[in-house]
Nanobody, 115 residues
Framework: QVQFVESGGALVQPGGSLRISCTTSRSTFSIYDMGWYRQAPGKQRELVATVTSSSTPTYVDSVKGRFTISRDNAKKTMSLQMNDLKPEDTAVYYC?????????WGQGTQVTVSS
């Protein structure tokens, strides 16, 4: 069954901005800390931003100050606002729980930063 649907990925120029979103059918979404992950070609999937059930965010150093994570528990959605994008941000972006037994991955959304 579909757990997550990510959307909003695109080709953007360096320095540009993009907002990606994720929606889930999981009724328990609101009680879990969630995260945005990304996987670049030839690299392992990495967790880049997390948000607690009460909307406290954390970020890895490489995106701190450029990315903003948010969630809407009533709508069971999560978003990632990405500013000042760099070529090294190019990856497929996924959402999932922050820790524990992860839910089934969605198809992800492709973000490509290139001139």
């Amino acid at each position: 069954q579909v757990q997550f649907v990510e959307s909003g990925g695109a080709l953007v120029q360096p320095g540009g901005s993009l907002r990606i979103s994720c929606t889930t059918s999981r009724s328990t979404f609101s009680i879990y800390d969630m995260g945005w992950y990304r996987q670049a070609p030839g690299k392992q999937r990495e967790l880049v931003a997390t948000v607690t059930s009460s909307s406290t965010p954390t970020y890895v150093d490489s995106v701190k100050g450029r990315f903003t994570i948010s969630r809407d528990n009533a709508k069971k959605t999560m978003s990632l606002q990405m500013n000042d994008l760099k070529p090294e941000d190019t990856a497929v972006y996924y959402c999932n729980k922050r820790a524990g037994t992860l839910w089934v991955w969605g198809q992800g959304t492709q973000v490509t930063v290139s001139s």
